[in-house]
């Protein structure tokens, strides 16, 4: 499966941002996904996971309540909601897919898109 996220851009501290994430072929349907992000000097780090079915959702404690995971079977899609956005949110976000094993592990998963830069400004 090949991933195409988009959606990122310049931002001000606590406003909003919904990334998404487009996905070919027919397995789509089938995989767990999630959202990862890379900011500058440290490492990729989770962010949010969806269940194939969307009625598991995910999230890492930096960003519960304020992120939200959904995706759209129908439209090989899946989206990342970003809400109250803060400086520290800068980075690059990931949507990966089809993880083997826990799905907190960026090196479990097998297919990753290519991200897009989102930069929150205070």
């Known amino acids: 499966v090949q991933l195409q996220a988009s959606g990122g851009g310049p931002v001000q501290a606590g406003g909003s941002l919904r990334l998404s994430c487009a996905a070919s072929?027919?397995?789509?349907?089938?995989?767990?996904m999630g959202w990862f992000r890379q900011a500058p000097g440290k490492e990729r780090e989770f962010v949010a996971a969806i269940s194939a079915t969307g009625n598991s959702l995910y999230f890492a404690n930096s960003v519960e309540g304020r992120f939200t995971i959904s995706r759209d079977n129908s439209r090989n899609t899946m989206y990342l909601q970003m809400n109250s956005l803060k400086p520290e949110d800068t980075a690059v976000y990931y949507c990966?897919?089809?993880?083997?094993?826990?799905?907190?592990?960026?090196?479990?998963?097998?297919?990753w898109g290519q991200g897009t830069q989102v930069t929150v400004s205070s």
């Open positions: 990966a897919a089809h993880p083997s094993g826990g799905i907190y592990a960026a090196d479990n998963y097998h297919f």
């Open positions: 072929g027919r397995a789509f349907s089938t995989y767990r």
